[in-house]
């Protein structure tokens, strides 16, 4: 008896059809075999092995701590970063823009309002898939302890705007990371680059990690000599541009790009190190004068996804500006306005007073 | 001639081996897109993705245009106004707008059509738009009366077979409006 829905197949012959069965027999057999269970994450954020044993908090010496130079704005949080690779490991460098991390590498990201409100944690495992892991932390910031897999909306965090905060699911977390080339977002070649944006907002000035680093102590392999004697810093007409474009990548880059399913607005925002200056030529030509779908009563008719020289027509900064989830950018982990940014992408565009010549 | 027999038994046998693989995968994708219209029409997706009409016998989906979502021509510029009394939820005669607490949401164009449908849409970004509630598993919030947070708990193999389903039907051009704010926003 089959289920409703499933019609047989008609027989052709005796023979082949004998063969037909034992193939889909096969085939069931594969296709219905229980999936090994993934690995849970740990219960407590101490088990993931980011503190020494027995100290207290004193973070293992031995992580990497770093600090990209365009970092995703949330909600103003202040944030620590550190990334752990196996012993005798090291990233596959060989394609610039999708670091091969090893095994076993892990990461986490601290964010505080004044005190420790969650710690994030990723962990590459052995079939070679991402296990997304968010700990939060108890008021007197002893311990944190695993957020339940779909987030927690609205929790109290003195500090945070409205004194409310929403911690992600994990398919929160797979939205982001894993929507560009690799998940690992903030530990790459641009965002490691000695040649770091003096106007990039909300970001540090030096990175207790950064490329040249990782090369000289053999933590990267294979990465292309020109990224090492030339470090990859955006292209840009101007200081502004540069950081506004920088901006977009850290914030917006791992949706809109070339590399992953395809999303509504068709910009590439995400820099590609390979090509030099003609990544900003290409993230430009997705922004300047096009075409955009999205209307609202406040845009003109005329609106385009970037109209140079008219920030009131340009549809990325309305929506980068608004606060309803239907219509804001980026759709998730933000609640609060950055205003710095908005105050940097406006001046951009309202410099940018010409499109790119034809190509 | 022994080697003759063996060799034309062997091609015979790489012959049917081949054969069988082929129909076994047919079948099976036969097996899968029908497993997945029955899960389309049990889980009612044309009660909000199919226009309805005025019929014969009332109001019924109108099947020349299945699962099309909401008709680019019916135009809805606002939110509307909810009756007096124990109401706070508004729909279009077509079932394809629904007007609530959260503005105007239209039922999405669930055909291949590659423009305006889930032509260019891939599993994996159907599966994850289920999982997470998310336009195209990344974007704004999928909106009511959409009940995703049922549909979340379909197995992947169930997804699958839907989106299979999806892919095989007519596709149709139609466009459906991006929703509307609380807030009444012009189209």
């Known amino acids: 008896m089959l289920p409703p829905g499933f019609s047989r197949p008609a027989r052709r012959s005796i023979g082949l059809s004998a063969l037909v069965v034992v193939a889909a027999l096969s085939c069931v057999a594969a296709s219905t075999a229980e999936p090994a269970s993934a690995p849970s994450p740990p219960q407590t954020l101490r088990e993931t092995g980011l503190y020494l044993p027995g100290t207290g908090l004193v973070v293992d010496p031995a992580h990497l701590a770093f600090s990209p130079q365009y970092p995703l704005w949330t909600d103003g949080a202040t944030k620590r970063r550190w990334l752990s690779l196996p012993p005798q490991t090291s990233i596959d460098a060989s394609r610039p823009n999708a670091w091969d991390f090893p095994v076993g590498t892990r990461l986490w990201k601290e964010f505080s309002f004044g005190r420790a409100v969650e710690t994030r944690y990723i962990e590459r495992l052995a079939d070679g898939q991402w296990l997304y892991a968010t700990y939060i932390w108890n008021e007197t ?103 506004a474009l920088g901006y977009l990548h850290g914030n917006c880059g791992h949706c809109h790009n070339a590399d992953g399913s395809p999303v509504p607005v068709d910009a590439r925002l995400a820099q590609d190190v390979s090509l030099g200056a003609k990544s900003s030529e290409q993230v430009l030509r997705s922004l300047l004068d096009a075409s955009s779908r999205f209307r609202a009563a406040d845009l003109p008719h005329d609106a385009r996804v970037v109209a140079p020289g008219r920030p009131e027509a340009s549809t990325l900064l309305w929506r980068v500006r608004s606060t309803n989830p239907q219509t804001q950018m980026p759709p998730l982990g933000v609640r609060a306005l950055d205003r710095e940014a908005l105050e940097l992408l406006e001046r951009w565009i309202t410099e940018r007073s010409s499109n790119l010549p034809e190509s | 001639m022994k080697l003759s027999i063996a060799f034309c038994l062997g091609l015979l046998g790489v012959h049917l081996t081949a054969g ?122 999928i909106l009511p009366p959409m009940p995703q947070p049922m549909y979340k708990n379909f197995t992947d193999e169930d997804l699958k077979a839907i989106f299979s389903y999806l892919q095989s039907i007519p596709a149709v051009e139609n466009r459906v409006p991006e929703p509307l704010p609380a807030a009444a926003a012009k189209e």
């Open chain 1, 141 to 243: 910031g002893t311990d944190a302890t695993l957020a339940p897999a779909d987030g927690v909306r609205g929790l109290p965090v003195a500090g945070a705007p409205d004194g409310r905060y929403s911690v992600p699911g994990e398919f929160d977390c797979r939205a982001c990371h894993e929507g560009a080339a690799v998940p690992v977002l903030g530990f790459n070649a641009l965002q490691l680059s000695p040649d770091r944006d003096p106007l990039a907002p909300h970001a540090d000035a030096f990175s207790a990690t950064d490329l040249r680093q990782l090369v000289a102590r053999g933590l990267i392999r294979n990465l292309p000599r020109e990224l090492l004697d030339a470090p990859p810093r955006i292209a840009a007409t101007s200081p502004t541009e540069r950081a």
């Open chain 2, 20 to 141: 069988s693989a082929f129909a076994g995968d047919d079948a099976s994708k036969e097996a899968r897109v029908a497993r997945g219209k029955y899960l389309v029409t049990v889980a009612v997706c044309n009660d909000c993705h199919t226009p309805w009409k005025m019929g014969e016998a009332g109001p019924e989906p109108d099947m020349s245009r299945m699962l099309s979502g909401h008709p680019a021509q019916l135009k809805v510029a606002a939110p509307a106004k909810a009756p007096e009394g124990a109401w706070n939820i508004v729909a279009a005669p077509t079932m394809t707008a629904w007007s609530g607490p959260w503005g105007v949401s239209f039922t999405a164009n669930l055909t291949p059509d590659k423009e305006t449908g889930l032509g260019k849409w891939t599993e994996s970004t159907f599966i994850q738009t289920i999982r997470t509630g998310r336009h195209m598993g990344r974007g704004r919030p």
